[in-house]
């Protein structure tokens, strides 16, 4: 499988309005074509900064997927036009999977799932936040991605969902990074 980690950096103080608009128009656009594992924003580290994991059996389906979404009406002339003119940056690291977990292996199966818009009244935030570190595989990690192609260098750890995300700031050799999930995020 290949594991696709892209990072987008936000202008500054649009980073809310980009997450709105792809919770409530764009996902459902994008989520008919791409295998969705994780969406977040980063709480830690720098700022205006979102991370999504998007994973697939392999090249060819990365290629069908994307090429599908690039036909998608809606998404090329609906979504991309408001939202990325607030984006600045983006950063795409490729990754094999170094271990998973029961969690990632129940969103691994689930990626194909259509997603909707966001029912209204619905938060744009799940509650509990995630952890990245990146340079060390610590041993609680969702999911330890190893990146071969990209920006991205060493490992990357997805560490559980927890109320209290410092707990995890502790006793690690690499960076780390607080991620609060979107409502949506599988992860």
Aim: glycine content about 10%; hydrophobic content about 40%; some cysteine.
């Amino acid at each position: 499988m290949i594991h696709e980690w892209r990072t987008y950096q936000l202008k500054p103080g649009a980073t809310g309005e980009y997450l709105a608009l792809l919770a409530d128009l764009g996902l459902p656009l994008v989520t008919r074509h791409l295998p969705l594992l994780g969406y977040w924003q980063a709480e830690t580290g720098p700022l205006n900064v979102i991370h999504h994991l998007w994973t697939y059996a392999d090249w060819a389906e990365r290629e069908a997927c994307r090429a599908a979404l690039s036909n998608e009406e809606a998404w090329v002339n609906g979504f991309i036009p408001q939202a990325f003119p607030m984006v600045l940056q983006q950063h795409n690291s490729l990754a094999t999977l170094g271990r998973g977990s029961p969690v990632f292996d129940t969103a691994v199966a689930d990626r194909h799932r259509q997603h909707g818009p966001r029912p209204a009244g619905t938060p744009l935030f799940a509650p509990d936040c995630a952890g990245l570190v990146t340079g060390h595989a610590p041993p609680d990690a969702v999911a330890l991605l190893e990146p071969f192609s990209g920006s991205v260098r060493g490992p990357l750890a997805l560490l559980p969902r927890h109320a209290d995300p410092l707990r995890f700031v502790g006793g690690y050799d690499g960076q780390h990074t607080v991620l609060r999930p979107l409502s949506f995020s599988p992860l």
